[in-house]
């Protein structure tokens, strides 16, 4: 199994009015291979097998081992998001650049069992959503130019990465970094690519959503899934690509492909979200202006493409404007007002004008993972120009609240506490019951309400797990429940009954 996880970059120093001090090496798109390179990250490299016809900087990368590294070893790092023992090994960290507004950095790992190559497989969708967060959730540091090395998490490193190449293509003035500004390089969401063959996984997450690959003129017969998730606030897509029928040329074709339209997405996304927030702001009829007119229309004009390689680009940029809109309805406004301000061509205007328009009646299903693996499942419905989120919780096979994330991450979290507690069996079963209760209450109550007993709930399993329960906050949290239960009538007796029956194990009588 493969999984590469990739952070784009986007470039917008063209669109700036003034010198940003931007090194001219190396000279992408063709830099020289084995010659040049970024300081602080290490040498281009060319591609043992090329790049792909009509995609600029596919051909030539910058290795990237110097710029971000794992903290510790990934050798030494333990590494169990599933039951099963396995090995992270990492196959390449590299830069790239089209030149232009376009760069990524992709990470690239093989997955191993830790002591038997094939022992853990094959692994089922709960284990799939482990080994992403596992992946996920890798230490790694990002080293930048003032001597501050930040270590963190894998899938929040793409602002320290973006903050490293500004730092490492930037000239230096009497042995001092020139002056910039961090929003010169902006980071996009994150992608994911799991490669897999068909013993390895026995059944994808069942969000999971098949994306057609016409690829009969090739002899492919492979299939793509697209799946989204949510960590950390992040949220990122993820693509599962069977690989069963061997066919090693069209199976690169199709990664790159993928990696290519997202960080083309991501970085026209970036670009779009600055021009709304003023802080690029480039003077009519000047370079800068110019430079953002040909970015705007050569961009949308690659992802408008119907097909590449064989692939359905329309259904690959329909599953990404999923996860995340290119800009949100409101912002899609003012982003308009703005490009009027520098003088847009009319063409590119309406193009822009188009391109952003939002869909109606579409609804995206994904998981929300964390340290304790399964969380619960977020669904986005949009209608109209309105986008309305829900998440449900899942207790074991069951879903038992859809409703305010709030609410629906502090009972989820009491509900992992209880789990993973020392307390008496009786305790921990009679907490269970309780949660699953205030959940199904919470869908009756008022917004405020549904988060004050959600509170109350996270207070009273506290105490209640506790080695010495504080008598004055399990009585003031139980009290808010039941007051929280009589305003909602027959529904929400279970939650009465079981708070009655919990007190004396606390020792009310």
Same mark, same amino acid.
């Given at each position: ?11 917008? =120093? ?38 792909? +016809? ?24 333990? $590494? ?5 023992? $396995? ?11 089209? !030149? +232009? ?32 967060? #596992?992946?996920?959730?890798?230490? /790694? ?5 003032? #001597? ?5 998490? *894998?899938?929040?490193? !793409? ?19 020139? +002056? ?10 994150? *992608? ?60 690169? =074709?199709? =990664? *790159?492909?993928?990696?290519? $339209? ?42 408008? =493409? ?20 290119? /800009?949100?309805? #409101? ?16 063409? $590119? ?34 209608? !109209? ?89 399990? +009585? ?14 027959? /529904? ?13 194990? *606390?020792?009310? !009588?």
């Amino acid at each position: 199994m493969f999984i590469a996880i990739q952070f784009p970059i986007a470039d917008c =120093r063209a669109f700036v009015n003034s010198d940003t001090n931007r090194l001219s090496l190396p000279t992408w798109p063709l830099p020289k291979p084995d010659k040049e390179f970024i300081r602080g990250s290490g040498i281009v490299r060319q591609r043992r097998r090329g790049g792909l +016809e009509s995609w600029p900087g596919e051909e030539i990368y910058c290795r990237a081992n110097r710029a971000i590294r794992f903290s510790p070893f990934l050798s030494m790092q333990r $590494i169990r998001p599933l039951e099963k023992d $396995i090995s992270f090994i990492c196959a390449f960290r590299r830069f790239l650049c089209d !030149g +232009e507004t376009l760069s990524r950095v992709e990470i690239g790992f093989l997955i191993r069992g830790h002591r038997f190559p094939t022992q853990f497989f094959p692994v089922d969708n709960q284990d799939i959503l482990g080994l992403i967060n #596992g992946c996920l959730s890798i230490q /790694v540091r990002v080293l930048l130019a003032d #001597g501050i090395n930040t270590t963190c998490e *894998l899938y929040k490193c !793409g602002e320290q990465l973006a903050k490293h190449y500004l730092q490492a293509t930037t000239q230096r003035v009497n042995s001092e970094l020139a +002056e910039t500004e961090d929003w010169w390089l902006s980071p996009g969401n994150p *992608l994911m690519l799991i490669e897999y063959k068909s013993h390895e996984i026995s059944r994808l997450p069942k969000q999971a959503k098949p994306i057609m690959i016409n690829t009969s003129d090739t002899g492919f017969f492979g299939s793509l899934n697209h799946y989204g998730i949510k960590k950390g606030g992040k949220r990122l897509g993820v693509w599962f690509l069977d690989i069963s029928d061997d066919n090693p040329e069209v199976i690169r =074709r199709i =990664r *790159l492909h993928l990696f290519r $339209i997202h960080a083309e997405k991501e970085c026209l996304k970036q670009t779009l979200r600055l021009l709304i927030l003023g802080s690029l702001q480039p003077r009519t009829h000047t370079a800068a202006s110019d430079n953002l007119q040909r970015y705007l229309k050569d961009s949308m004009r690659l992802l408008s =493409r119907e097909a590449r390689y064989h692939l359905s680009q329309s259904a690959l940029l329909e599953e990404m404007l999923k996860v995340e809109d290119i /800009v949100t309805p #409101g912002e899609r406004a003012t982003l308009l007002a703005q490009l009027s301000k520098i003088d847009i061509r009319t063409t $590119i205007y309406h193009n822009v004008e188009k391109f952003t328009a939002n869909t109606t009646g579409s609804t995206q299903y994904y998981n929300i993972v964390g340290n304790d693996i399964s969380v619960f499942i977020g669904r986005d419905q949009r209608i !109209g120009g309105t986008q309305m989120t829900k998440y449900e919780i899942k207790f074991g096979d069951n879903n038992k609240f859809s409703g305010d994330f709030v609410v629906a991450n502090s009972i989820q979290h009491s509900f992992n506490k209880i789990s993973s507690s020392d307390a008496s069996q009786e305790i921990k079963e009679k907490l269970k019951e309780l949660s699953q209760a205030v959940a199904e209450m919470c869908e009756h109550l008022p917004h405020e309400k549904a988060r004050e007993a959600a509170r109350d709930l996270d207070t009273l399993t506290n105490e209640a797990l506790s080695d010495k329960p504080r008598r004055k906050w399990y +009585e003031m949290s139980a009290d808010g429940l039941v007051k929280a239960a009589e305003t909602v009538g027959k /529904v929400a007796v279970p939650v009465i009954t079981i708070v009655m029956s919990l007190l004396p194990m *606390l020792g009310i !009588g």
